[in-house]
């Protein structure tokens, strides 16, 4: 388990564990350390997909299916043993999505809440022409500028070849992952019963987050925080976050 999932601040007292997701490229550093801003009823836990960080001589995942597989080998005792929560940041949100599906459908295991952030519904058009974007023919230097306009990533870190390197491949590996993700909604059924808390940027580029209220029979809300795609590195927005998605879990009647 350690290996797929970093665990900075155990809390084996906790009352539900949040499962964090990182976005395109991303590790596992800033999502981690979320779990000293809880309380003590939130244990964060958060997903290190292979290829990085402690995993880096691994090879990428091949494709959803493949990860959203191994994330739910590790973690399914895990989960069910005590209630959890989703979090997931762009790419992320697509994983925790996909693993929330796959744990819905195969194992009837709903989290209690799913948060969803700087991400289109899965189902909307804005998400099928993503798919499309030739990122294995698009040279590095406009990936380059794509990380860049988004954020999250410290120039000094893009300034260093070999990091800069693997950087763009683990951008190309991860985004070619999202880009085998498939979902079709059914015109009657909600797979989930959840509420569900969409967050964005207010500089980010619009997200088609209505979408998500399609997919639960709970409740859906929509939050707008200030800055870009990454605005929930900032201390401000973390402190949001944290408070607000501690009130939904609490709400839940663990």
Same mark, same amino acid.
């Given at each position: @388990? ?113 948060? @969803? ?61 999202? %880009? ?7 015109? @009657? ?20 987050? %209505? ?44």
């Amino acid at each position: @388990m350690e290996k797929v999932i970093a665990h900075v601040h155990k809390r084996p007292n906790a009352l539900c564990r949040l499962i964090c997701f990182p976005w395109a490229g991303g590790g596992t550093l800033q999502l981690a350390r979320w779990g000293k801003l809880f309380s003590n009823s939130i244990e964060v836990l958060c997903v290190r997909f292979p290829g990085r960080e402690t995993r880096f001589t691994e090879p990428f995942a091949k494709d959803m299916t493949s990860m959203v597989n191994e994330v739910t080998s590790v973690l399914l005792q895990e989960l069910k043993e005590k209630p959890f929560a989703f979090f997931g940041h762009s790419f992320g949100s697509y994983v925790s999505f996909a693993v929330a599906l796959h744990l819905k459908e195969k194992y009837r295991l709903e989290p209690v809440h799913l948060f @969803m952030s700087g991400a289109h519904a899965p189902h909307s058009e804005a998400v099928d022409s993503l798919k499309h974007i030739p990122i294995f023919n698009t040279i590095d230097e406009e990936v380059l500028a794509y990380i860049r306009i988004q954020g999250g990533t410290s120039s000094e870190l893009l300034h260093n070849e070999e990091i800069k390197k693997h950087l763009l491949l683990t951008f190309r590996e991860d985004i070619r992952v999202f %880009q085998t993700f498939s979902f079709k909604k059914a015109e @009657m059924d909600s797979p989930f019963s959840c509420d569900i808390t969409c967050f964005n940027g207010s500089d980010d580029k619009a997200h088609d987050l %209505q979408g998500w209220q399609e997919l639960t029979s709970g409740d859906t809300s929509f939050y707008e925080l200030p800055g870009g795609h990454f605005y929930l590195l900032e201390p401000s927005n973390e402190i949001f976050l944290t408070k607000h998605i501690t009130r939904c879990i609490e709400n839940a009647g663990l």
